[in-house]
C-alpha cells in the first residue's frame, strides 16, 4: 500500500494521522503564522467586482491547494519495478470551507473526488471543518482595473493559456466570430511574462472594439513546496478560476480550446498508461467539471472544448485565415518549461513542440514560427535525451498507425483509451467513436503531408546522411539499402564490427576509434587496437561526452541526467522516499558482499558481485547528494565516477597480466582530452581542469581521431 | 496543454541485459524472455492485481453467460448491459465501463491493470469479430449478433481461443510496456531499427510471437471450464477463477522462457 498524504490546509490543526503517512501543512490565507501560499488575481475591473456564492470562494481555495499539494507531493520514482504504484498518490486534504454542509454532500464531494481521481491519476480524499475568520473574496484581488468598461457583457469565459489552441480559440470568438469573452490566463511561472505581455498585446490589436476583459491569476507559493513537476491537477485550478470569473460576471459557461488530438491525448506509446498522458482537457474531466460547477451554482454551468473536432494543423489554418499568423511567434506551447530561455522559448523535442511543429507545417505557416525559438530542430537534429528520443519515435509510429485504422472496433481495441471518453460527447458511442477514429486519421495524414514536405526539403541531407541518423526525418524514411542492423548470434549477444568480423569481411573496414556497447561490457577501438571494458558509470559518462562533446560544457547534473535518464535521476531523488531507497541499496549490498567473501564463488560471480557493488556505491553517493540538495556533490560523484575509469584503464592489464596497450592509450586519451571540473571539487591539481567552468564536463575532440558509435 | 511522461529503463544489470538485447539485433524470443525475466519479481504482484482479477471475473461472467440460455439477464446481473440494439462497440464499452468502475471504487489502479483492461477488450473485440457470424456487420448493427458471439463462449474450445487471446494480449501489453522504454532509443542508420518501418515490423512479429506462446494456455483452458462451469448451480468462485487465471499467466511466462531456449539452441 503507498504511503498516505495528509495535507492540512487554512489552519486546521495537524492530527495524529498514523503510521505510514506524511503531513504537510498549507495556508493561503494572508498575515497567518504559517502562511505558504499566495493567491494573486489581477486586472479585473472594480465595477465588475461583485460578491459570489460562498461555495464558489470555497471551490476557488480547494483548487489552490490541490494545485499546491499536486505541486508539493512527489510522485514515487521506480514506475518499472513497482507497476506504477508508486506514481499514483494517495492525499488526504482537510480544508476549512464556508459552506460545510454543501461540500459534506454526498454527491457534490463524489464529484469532486472522482474528477481528481481521474485528472492526475491519483487518489484523492477531503475532510471539510467549518472555517473560522475566513478571508473575503476580494482580499485575493489586486490592482483593479479602472479604465473604460467593454460595452457588451461577455458570453463566456476562455482559458487563454497562451498557447497556439488557446490562441486560436480567442481570435476564432473575438475577430472571427465578433463576441464579448473574457480571457482569463494562469501565469504559472514568471519566465513568459513578457512573450504573454506581447501576445496580449498583439491580440488586443486585433480587436478591434471587442477587446476582452483579460484576467490573470498568479499563485506564489513557497520554494520547499516546488517539487513534483508533473501537476497533472492544474487544470482543476484554472477551470475553477474560470467558474468563479464566471460567477461574478454572471455568465454560466466556460471554454477551454484545445485541439482534439491533445485533448483525448491517447498515450503515445505503450509505457505511457493512465495518467502518464495528461487529461487536462479530455472530455471526461470536462464533463465532470460540468457536473461539479453545476451542482455549486444549482443551474446549468457549461463546460466545454469547441476545438475538441479539430486537428493542430485545422487549429493553426484558423489563426492564419484571420490574417493572424504574426501572433504565432509570440504563443507558446512547450511542456518543458524548465528548459526553455529568452532565446529558444520551446525545447523542441516535448510532445507538445513535436505537436506544435507538424500542424505549423501542415497549415503552411512555418514563416510565423521561426525555426530558431527552438532548442533542438527535431526533424533534422538528434534529440538529446533517451526519453525524447523515444518520445520523436512514438509520435511519428503513432501518427503512421492511426493512418491505417480501417475498422473502429478494431480502433478501439488497438487504443483501449478511446472508450473511456465515449459516454462524455453527445451522439450514440458508436458515432463517437467513428468520428475519434477520423479525427485521428486526419491527424496522421496532417503529419505524413508535413513529413512529405520536410523530407522534399532536405532529401539531399537523408540520402547522402549528411543528417544524424536518429532525427526524425531519417527514421521515417526507408531507403531501401540494406539493413544496417548488427550481426548477431544465436544467443543474441554477439557485438558486431569486431577486428575478426572486418578480417572475414573487407567490405567493413574496421574503424581506428570506435567505443560500443555491447552485452555486459564495452567494445572499444583506439588507435586500431582493441579492449573491453566493464559495464560501469564512469565509461557511460564518458562515452555521453565523447559522441556529444558540448562546446561550452555540461553541467553534472545535466550529464547525469542525459546518460541515466529519468529513472536513475528519479530513483535518485525521492526526497521523502529517499530513506527508503537508502536502505533497499544497503539491503542489496549486503547480498553482493557476501558473494565477495565467498569461498565457492567464482572468479566471474565475484567480478559481477564487484561491479554490482560499484554500482550501487554510486546510486548511494547520488541519492544522498540528492538529498542533502547538493549539485556540487552530485559533480562530485560523477567525476569520481569518471576519475575511478581513468585511472583504472591507465593501470589495465591483458588476461596475461602484461600492461594493456589499448586500454592505457585511451586511458592517457581521456585524461588529456576529457575537461573535468576540478578546482573547486577534487581537492587536487588537475591539468585538465579549467578556471571558470565549475561542474561543467567536456570533450575537446583532438582532429586526427574520429570516434565510430 | 497536453504531453506525456517518458522514461527509460532501470540500469540494473538484468534491465541493462534487455537493452543490450534489443541493441544487439537478438531476436523477439530471446528479448520477450529477457524482459520477463527482469521483470520478474514485480509480475509476481500480478497475483494480487486487482485488475488482473477482475479481469478474470468478467471473462468467466462472459463464459457463463455464453452457456445460458438468457445471456442478456446473466450479464445484467454482472453489471454489463446488453440489449437488442447493442452494436460491437456498445459491447466493449459496457464490459470496460463496468471493469473500470470496480477498480476506480476500490481506488487500485495499477499499471498492470491497464494492460489487463487493454487485452480484455481486445480479446472481447477479437470474439465479436468472428466473420462467420456477422459477415462484417457487427459495427453497425444489432444485438442479435452479439448474443450470437457471446454464445460461442458455450464451447470450451471457443472458450479456450477466447482466453488464448486474453493471455497473448496481456503478454505483448507488458512487452510493449517496458519495450517502449528502450526501442525509441534504437532508433536510427546503424542501430537495431533504421526506421519506424523496422520498428513495426519488430512489434508485429513480438505480437505474433505472443499469440503463438499462448497457444499453451488454450487447451489448458478449455479443459478447465469444461471442469468446472457446470459443476456447481451457483457458477465457478471467484477465487478459483483467480487461482486459473494465475496458472494461465505463470505457463505463459514458462512457454516464453521455453521458446527462448529453443531458439537459442
Given at each position: 500500500m503507498e504511503t498516505k498524504h495528509h495535507i492540512f490546509c487554512g489552519g486546521v490543526s495537524p492530527q495524529n494521522?498514523?503510521?505510514?503517512t506524511t503531513k504537510l501543512v498549507l495556508n493561503l490565507w494572508q498575515n497567518r503564522p504559517e502562511t505558504n501560499v499566495r493567491l494573486t488575481i489581477e486586472h479585473l475591473h472594480e465595477k465588475l467586482y461583485k460578491t459570489i456564492p460562498a461555495q464558489f470562494h470555497d471551490l476557488l481555495e480547494i483548487a489552490a491547494y490541490v494545485y499546491c499539494g499536486d505541486h508539493a507531493l512527489k510522485r514515487g520514482a521506480l514506475d518499472v519495478q513497482t507497476l506504477g504504484a508508486n506514481w499514483r498518490r494517495r492525499m488526504h486534504f482537510h480544508i476549512p470551507v464556508r459552506r460545510l454542509s454543501l461540500w459534506n454532500d454526498p454527491k457534490i464531494n463524489t464529484v469532486l473526488r472522482q474528477t481528481l481521481d481521474y485528472l492526475s491519476d491519483d487518489y484523492y480524499d477531503f475532510s471539510f471543518y467549518s472555517a473560522k475568520d475566513a478571508p473575503l473574496l476580494q482580499d485575493y484581488f489586486t490592482g483593479f482595473d479602472t479604465g473604460t468598461l467593454p460595452k457588451q457583457k461577455p458570453e463566456q469565459v476562455m482559458m487563454f493559456s497562451g498557447g497556439l489552441d488557446s490562441l486560436a480559440g480567442a481570435i476564432e470568438e473575438i475577430v472571427v466570430k465578433k463576441r464579448m469573452v473574457t480571457l482569463v490566463n494562469h501565469q504559472s511561472t514568471p519566465k513568459f511574462k513578457k512573450l504573454y505581455e506581447t501576445l496580449g498585446k498583439g491580440l488586443m490589436d486585433k480587436c478591434?472594439?471587442?477587446?476582452p476583459l483579460h484576467l490573470r491569476v498568479e499563485i506564489n507559493k513557497a520554494q520547499s513546496l516546488n517539487k513534483e513537476y508533473t501537476q497533472r491537477a492544474r487544470s482543476f485550478l484554472y477551470a475553477s478560476l474560470g467558474a468563479t470569473v464566471a460567477m461574478m460576471l454572471d455568465v454560466r459557461k466556460l471554454c477551454f480550446y484545445e485541439n482534439g488530438i491533445v485533448s483525448l491525448n491517447l498515450p503515445v506509446c505503450a509505457q505511457v498508461i493512465g495518467g502518464r498522458a495528461t487529461r487536462t482537457t479530455h472530455p471526461r474531466v470536462l464533463a465532470e467539471l460540468q457536473e461539479l460547477f453545476s451542482l455549486l451554482a444549482g443551474e446549468k454551468f457549461t463546460v466545454d472544448n469547441p476545438f475538441l473536432w479539430n486537428t493542430k494543423g485545422e487549429v493553426v489554418k484558423k489563426i492564419m485565415a484571420a490574417n493572424c499568423g504574426p501572433l504565432i511567434a509570440s504563443s507558446r506551447s512547450c511542456a518543458h518549461t524548465w528548459e526553455t530561455t529568452n532565446e529558444h522559448t520551446h525545447c523542441g523535442v516535448c510532445s507538445q513542440c513535436i505537436d506544435r511543429r507538424f500542424g505549423v507545417v501542415a497549415a503552411e505557416a512555418e514563416e510565423f514560427d521561426?525555426?530558431?525559438?527552438?532548442?533542438?530542430d527535431v526533424f533534422t537534429q538528434s534529440a538529446p535525451k533517451d526519453a525524447d528520443k523515444i518520445m520523436g519515435a512514438a509520435y511519428l509510429e503513432k501518427a503512421i498507425q492511426f493512418e491505417t485504422a480501417k475498422e473502429v472496433p478494431q480502433f478501439i481495441a488497438d487504443n483501449?483509451?478511446?472508450?473511456?471518453m465515449l459516454r462524455y460527447v453527445e451522439g450514440t458511442p458508436t458515432g463517437v467513436a467513428g468520428r475519434v477514429m477520423e479525427l485521428h486519421q486526419h491527424h496522421a495524414k496532417e503529419v505524413t503531408g508535413a513529413l512529405k514536405t520536410l523530407l522534399g526539403r532536405n532529401l539531399d541531407g537523408v540520402i547522402k546522411a549528411t543528417?544524424?541518423?536518429?532525427c526524425l526525418l531519417r527514421i521515417s524514411y526507408e531507403t531501401g539499402s540494406p539493413t544496417t542492423m548488427p550481426a548477431v548470434t544465436e544467443n543474441g549477444n554477439a557485438l558486431p564490427t569486431t577486428s575478426a568480423e572486418a578480417k572475414t569481411n573487407p567490405d567493413l573496414p574496421m574503424p581506428r576509434y570506435l567505443l560500443r556497447r555491447g552485452a555486459g561490457l564495452w567494445k572499444v577501438i583506439y588507435d586500431g587496437k582493441e579492449g573491453e571494458i566493464d559495464l560501469g558509470r564512469g565509461i557511460s559518462l564518458v562515452a555521453y561526452l565523447l559522441f556529444n562533446p558540448p562546446p561550452g560544457g555540461l553541467h553534472g547534473t545535466e550529464l547525469a541526467n542525459r546518460v541515466f535518464g529519468q529513472e536513475i535521476l528519479q530513483e535518485a531523488s525521492l526526497g521523502a522516499d529517499g530513506d527508503s531507497t537508502r536502505r533497499k541499496i544497503e539491503k542489496e549490498a549486503i547480498k553482493w558482499n557476501a558473494v565477495m567473501k565467498d569461498p565457492g564463488a567464482s572468479e566471474s560471480e565475484k567480478a559481477e558481485a564487484l561491479e554490482e557493488l560499484q554500482n550501487l556505491a554510486d546510486s548511494l553517493n547520488v541519492t544522498r547528494m540528492d538529498s542533502e540538495g547538493g549539485a556540487d556533490k552530485q559533480v562530485r560523484a560523477i567525476r569520481r565516477a569518471i576519475d575511478r575509469l581513468i585511472e583504472k584503464l591507465r593501470d589495465a592489464k591483458d588476461r596475461k597480466n602484461n600492461p594493456h596497450m589499448a586500454l592505457r592509450a585511451f586511458g592517457e586519451h581521456l585524461h588529456k582530452h576529457l575537461w573535468i571540473p576540478s578546482s573547486r571539487f577534487s581537492g587536487t591539481s588537475r591539468s585538465r581542469a579549467r578556471a571558470g567552468v565549475a561542474g561543467q564536463f567536456t570533450y575537446e575532440r583532438p582532429a586526427d581521431v574520429v570516434w565510430v558509435e | 496543454m497536453g504531453h506525456s511522461r517518458i522514461g527509460t529503463l532501470p540500469a540494473t544489470k538484468k534491465w541493462r541485459e534487455v537493452v543490450s538485447l534489443v541493441a544487439n539485433g537478438a531476436d523477439e524470443a530471446q528479448i520477450a524472455d529477457a524482459v520477463m525475466a527482469a521483470a520478474g519479481k514485480t509480475l509476481a504482484r500480478v497475483r494480487d492485481d486487482a485488475g488482473f482479477r477482475e479481469a478474470i471475473r468478467l471473462i468467466m461472467q462472459l463464459a457463463l453467460a455464453g452457456s445460458s440460455r438468457n445471456p442478456a439477464a446473466e450479464l445484467a446481473a454482472a453489471g454489463i448491459s446488453l440489449s437488442k440494439n447493442s452494436t460491437q462497440v456498445d459491447m466493449v464499452l459496457s464490459i470496460g465501463d463496468e471493469y473500470d468502475r470496480r477498480i476506480e471504487d476500490a481506488r487500485q489502479r495499477s499499471d498492470f491493470s491497464e494492460v489487463a483492461q487493454g487485452a480484455l477488450v481486445g480479446a472481447v473485440t477479437e470474439l465479436l469479430n468472428k466473420k462467420e457470424l456477422n459477415q462484417g456487420t457487427l459495427f453497425e448493427a444489432a444485438g442479435d449478433d452479439v448474443t450470437a458471439a457471446i454464445k460461442q463462449l458455450k464451447q470450451p474450445r471457443n472458450f479456450g481461443q477466447f482466453f488464448q487471446n486474453f493471455v497473448g494480449g496481456i503478454s505483448n501489453g507488458l512487452l510493449k510496456m517496458y519495450l517502449s522504454r528502450t526501442n525509441g532509443t534504437q532508433?536510427?542508420?546503424?542501430?537495431?531499427?533504421?526506421?519506424t518501418n523496422q520498428l513495426r515490423q519488430f512489434e508485429s512479429a513480438m505480437k505474433t510471437h505472443c499469440h503463438e506462446s499462448s497457444k499453451i494456455v488454450e487447451k489448458f483452458a478449455a479443459d478447465w471450464i469444461h471442469k468446472y462451469r457446470d459443476r456447481s448451480a451457483s457458477g465457478i468462485s471467484r477465487e478459483k477463477a483467480e487461482g486459473f487465471g494465475w496458472v494461465a499467466f505463470r505457463k505463459m511466462t514458462l512457454e516464453l522462457a521455453a521458446r527462448a531456449r529453443k531458439h537459442g539452441d
Amino acid at each position: 500500500m503507498e504511503t498516505k498524504h495528509h495535507i492540512f490546509c487554512g489552519g486546521v490543526s495537524p492530527q495524529n494521522t498514523g503510521a505510514d503517512t506524511t503531513k504537510l501543512v498549507l495556508n493561503l490565507w494572508q498575515n497567518r503564522p504559517e502562511t505558504n501560499v499566495r493567491l494573486t488575481i489581477e486586472h479585473l475591473h472594480e465595477k465588475l467586482y461583485k460578491t459570489i456564492p460562498a461555495q464558489f470562494h470555497d471551490l476557488l481555495e480547494i483548487a489552490a491547494y490541490v494545485y499546491c499539494g499536486d505541486h508539493a507531493l512527489k510522485r514515487g520514482a521506480l514506475d518499472v519495478q513497482t507497476l506504477g504504484a508508486n506514481w499514483r498518490r494517495r492525499m488526504h486534504f482537510h480544508i476549512p470551507v464556508r459552506r460545510l454542509s454543501l461540500w459534506n454532500d454526498p454527491k457534490i464531494n463524489t464529484v469532486l473526488r472522482q474528477t481528481l481521481d481521474y485528472l492526475s491519476d491519483d487518489y484523492y480524499d477531503f475532510s471539510f471543518y467549518s472555517a473560522k475568520d475566513a478571508p473575503l473574496l476580494q482580499d485575493y484581488f489586486t490592482g483593479f482595473d479602472t479604465g473604460t468598461l467593454p460595452k457588451q457583457k461577455p458570453e463566456q469565459v476562455m482559458m487563454f493559456s497562451g498557447g497556439l489552441d488557446s490562441l486560436a480559440g480567442a481570435i476564432e470568438e473575438i475577430v472571427v466570430k465578433k463576441r464579448m469573452v473574457t480571457l482569463v490566463n494562469h501565469q504559472s511561472t514568471p519566465k513568459f511574462k513578457k512573450l504573454y505581455e506581447t501576445l496580449g498585446k498583439g491580440l488586443m490589436d486585433k480587436c478591434g472594439d471587442m477587446k476582452p476583459l483579460h484576467l490573470r491569476v498568479e499563485i506564489n507559493k513557497a520554494q520547499s513546496l516546488n517539487k513534483e513537476y508533473t501537476q497533472r491537477a492544474r487544470s482543476f485550478l484554472y477551470a475553477s478560476l474560470g467558474a468563479t470569473v464566471a460567477m461574478m460576471l454572471d455568465v454560466r459557461k466556460l471554454c477551454f480550446y484545445e485541439n482534439g488530438i491533445v485533448s483525448l491525448n491517447l498515450p503515445v506509446c505503450a509505457q505511457v498508461i493512465g495518467g502518464r498522458a495528461t487529461r487536462t482537457t479530455h472530455p471526461r474531466v470536462l464533463a465532470e467539471l460540468q457536473e461539479l460547477f453545476s451542482l455549486l451554482a444549482g443551474e446549468k454551468f457549461t463546460v466545454d472544448n469547441p476545438f475538441l473536432w479539430n486537428t493542430k494543423g485545422e487549429v493553426v489554418k484558423k489563426i492564419m485565415a484571420a490574417n493572424c499568423g504574426p501572433l504565432i511567434a509570440s504563443s507558446r506551447s512547450c511542456a518543458h518549461t524548465w528548459e526553455t530561455t529568452n532565446e529558444h522559448t520551446h525545447c523542441g523535442v516535448c510532445s507538445q513542440c513535436i505537436d506544435r511543429r507538424f500542424g505549423v507545417v501542415a497549415a503552411e505557416a512555418e514563416e510565423f514560427d521561426p525555426l530558431r525559438q527552438y532548442a533542438v530542430d527535431v526533424f533534422t537534429q538528434s534529440a538529446p535525451k533517451d526519453a525524447d528520443k523515444i518520445m520523436g519515435a512514438a509520435y511519428l509510429e503513432k501518427a503512421i498507425q492511426f493512418e491505417t485504422a480501417k475498422e473502429v472496433p478494431q480502433f478501439i481495441a488497438d487504443n483501449p483509451e478511446v472508450r473511456r471518453m465515449l459516454r462524455y460527447v453527445e451522439g450514440t458511442p458508436t458515432g463517437v467513436a467513428g468520428r475519434v477514429m477520423e479525427l485521428h486519421q486526419h491527424h496522421a495524414k496532417e503529419v505524413t503531408g508535413a513529413l512529405k514536405t520536410l523530407l522534399g526539403r532536405n532529401l539531399d541531407g537523408v540520402i547522402k546522411a549528411t543528417l544524424p541518423p536518429d532525427c526524425l526525418l531519417r527514421i521515417s524514411y526507408e531507403t531501401g539499402s540494406p539493413t544496417t542492423m548488427p550481426a548477431v548470434t544465436e544467443n543474441g549477444n554477439a557485438l558486431p564490427t569486431t577486428s575478426a568480423e572486418a578480417k572475414t569481411n573487407p567490405d567493413l573496414p574496421m574503424p581506428r576509434y570506435l567505443l560500443r556497447r555491447g552485452a555486459g561490457l564495452w567494445k572499444v577501438i583506439y588507435d586500431g587496437k582493441e579492449g573491453e571494458i566493464d559495464l560501469g558509470r564512469g565509461i557511460s559518462l564518458v562515452a555521453y561526452l565523447l559522441f556529444n562533446p558540448p562546446p561550452g560544457g555540461l553541467h553534472g547534473t545535466e550529464l547525469a541526467n542525459r546518460v541515466f535518464g529519468q529513472e536513475i535521476l528519479q530513483e535518485a531523488s525521492l526526497g521523502a522516499d529517499g530513506d527508503s531507497t537508502r536502505r533497499k541499496i544497503e539491503k542489496e549490498a549486503i547480498k553482493w558482499n557476501a558473494v565477495m567473501k565467498d569461498p565457492g564463488a567464482s572468479e566471474s560471480e565475484k567480478a559481477e558481485a564487484l561491479e554490482e557493488l560499484q554500482n550501487l556505491a554510486d546510486s548511494l553517493n547520488v541519492t544522498r547528494m540528492d538529498s542533502e540538495g547538493g549539485a556540487d556533490k552530485q559533480v562530485r560523484a560523477i567525476r569520481r565516477a569518471i576519475d575511478r575509469l581513468i585511472e583504472k584503464l591507465r593501470d589495465a592489464k591483458d588476461r596475461k597480466n602484461n600492461p594493456h596497450m589499448a586500454l592505457r592509450a585511451f586511458g592517457e586519451h581521456l585524461h588529456k582530452h576529457l575537461w573535468i571540473p576540478s578546482s573547486r571539487f577534487s581537492g587536487t591539481s588537475r591539468s585538465r581542469a579549467r578556471a571558470g567552468v565549475a561542474g561543467q564536463f567536456t570533450y575537446e575532440r583532438p582532429a586526427d581521431v574520429v570516434w565510430v558509435e | 496543454m497536453g504531453h506525456s511522461r517518458i522514461g527509460t529503463l532501470p540500469a540494473t544489470k538484468k534491465w541493462r541485459e534487455v537493452v543490450s538485447l534489443v541493441a544487439n539485433g537478438a531476436d523477439e524470443a530471446q528479448i520477450a524472455d529477457a524482459v520477463m525475466a527482469a521483470a520478474g519479481k514485480t509480475l509476481a504482484r500480478v497475483r494480487d492485481d486487482a485488475g488482473f482479477r477482475e479481469a478474470i471475473r468478467l471473462i468467466m461472467q462472459l463464459a457463463l453467460a455464453g452457456s445460458s440460455r438468457n445471456p442478456a439477464a446473466e450479464l445484467a446481473a454482472a453489471g454489463i448491459s446488453l440489449s437488442k440494439n447493442s452494436t460491437q462497440v456498445d459491447m466493449v464499452l459496457s464490459i470496460g465501463d463496468e471493469y473500470d468502475r470496480r477498480i476506480e471504487d476500490a481506488r487500485q489502479r495499477s499499471d498492470f491493470s491497464e494492460v489487463a483492461q487493454g487485452a480484455l477488450v481486445g480479446a472481447v473485440t477479437e470474439l465479436l469479430n468472428k466473420k462467420e457470424l456477422n459477415q462484417g456487420t457487427l459495427f453497425e448493427a444489432a444485438g442479435d449478433d452479439v448474443t450470437a458471439a457471446i454464445k460461442q463462449l458455450k464451447q470450451p474450445r471457443n472458450f479456450g481461443q477466447f482466453f488464448q487471446n486474453f493471455v497473448g494480449g496481456i503478454s505483448n501489453g507488458l512487452l510493449k510496456m517496458y519495450l517502449s522504454r528502450t526501442n525509441g532509443t534504437q532508433m536510427g542508420e546503424g542501430k537495431r531499427f533504421a526506421t519506424t518501418n523496422q520498428l513495426r515490423q519488430f512489434e508485429s512479429a513480438m505480437k505474433t510471437h505472443c499469440h503463438e506462446s499462448s497457444k499453451i494456455v488454450e487447451k489448458f483452458a478449455a479443459d478447465w471450464i469444461h471442469k468446472y462451469r457446470d459443476r456447481s448451480a451457483s457458477g465457478i468462485s471467484r477465487e478459483k477463477a483467480e487461482g486459473f487465471g494465475w496458472v494461465a499467466f505463470r505457463k505463459m511466462t514458462l512457454e516464453l522462457a521455453a521458446r527462448a531456449r529453443k531458439h537459442g539452441d
